[in-house]
């Protein structure tokens, strides 16, 4: 499995577009990138999921350059809600089990 | 169901004593997992179950931690002669097919251990 590093905490303002980037410096051809969200007391929620270039959805945007070596998460305009962990995990559709990392804290301030 | 439904919420239990938690996945979910979380930690890898395939257990701690899946469907997570260690949220996942599929999670055990 690819292993993946994420900057362990993050803050930023409410309004504010937040970009969070994951690197995957071993990523195989086969690999997706997925991120998952999670906040205090509940179980993570997938947020979004790509293989190259960019993918949106009503959550946040994924980018993912032509070399795939690591990937980034925009949130736009964050709100006090966005407080919560999120996860990058690498790996194959139907390959091995899923490994999360210790994932970003992202703190949203007022 | 609508959802991974996890029970119960909250256990607590003495130190020494067995707990069963349960998971019960989405309708037609093949694979589930069983991850274990500590406060303010990452989540753990516990044991993953896909269809009729033997489960994967590389993730249990010890031989105190069990998990099995009846009928491709529910599934509980049981420790024997609890520790004061085992102390953390137990989460259950599910996803339709395989690995690296929409993984759908429970609201998790809370279980406490005295």
């Known amino acids: 499995l690819a292993k993946t590093t994420q900057p362990i905490s993050m803050d930023s303002y409410e309004g504010q577009e937040v970009n969070i980037t994951c690197s995957h410096n071993?990523?195989?051809?086969?690999?997706?990138i997925t991120w998952y969200q999670q906040f205090p007391s509940q179980g993570p929620r997938f947020i979004i999921q790509g293989y190259k270039t960019k993918v949106t959805n009503e959550v946040a945007s994924l980018f993912i350059p032509a070399d795939r070596k690591s990937s980034t998460l925009s949130l736009p305009r964050v709100s006090l809600s966005d407080t919560a962990v999120y996860y990058c995990?690498?790996?194959?559709?139907?390959?091995?089990?899923?490994?999360f990392g210790k994932g970003t804290r992202l703190h949203i301030l007022p | 169901g609508a959802g991974v439904s996890q029970s119960p919420s909250n256990k607590v239990t003495e130190k020494g004593k067995d707990v069963e938690l349960r998971c019960d996945p989405i309708?037609?979910?093949?694979?589930l997992y069983w991850y274990r979380q500590s406060l303010g930690q990452g989540l753990e890898f516990l044991i993953y179950?896909?269809?009729?395939?033997?489960?994967?257990k590389s993730g249990l701690p010890s031989d105190r931690f069990s998990a099995e899946r009846t009928g491709g469907s529910v599934s509980t997570l049981t420790i024997q002669r609890t520790q004061q260690e085992d102390s953390a949220v137990y989460l259950c996942a599910s996803s339709l097919k395989a690995t690296n599929e929409k993984l759908f999670f429970g609201s998790g055990t809370q279980l406490s251990v005295l």
């Open positions: 995990l690498v790996g194959p559709p139907g390959g091995d089990k899923i490994i």
């Open positions: 179950f896909q269809g009729n395939s033997a489960p994967d």
């Open positions: 309708s037609g979910h093949t694979a």
């Open positions: 071993n990523i195989a051809t086969n690999d997706y």
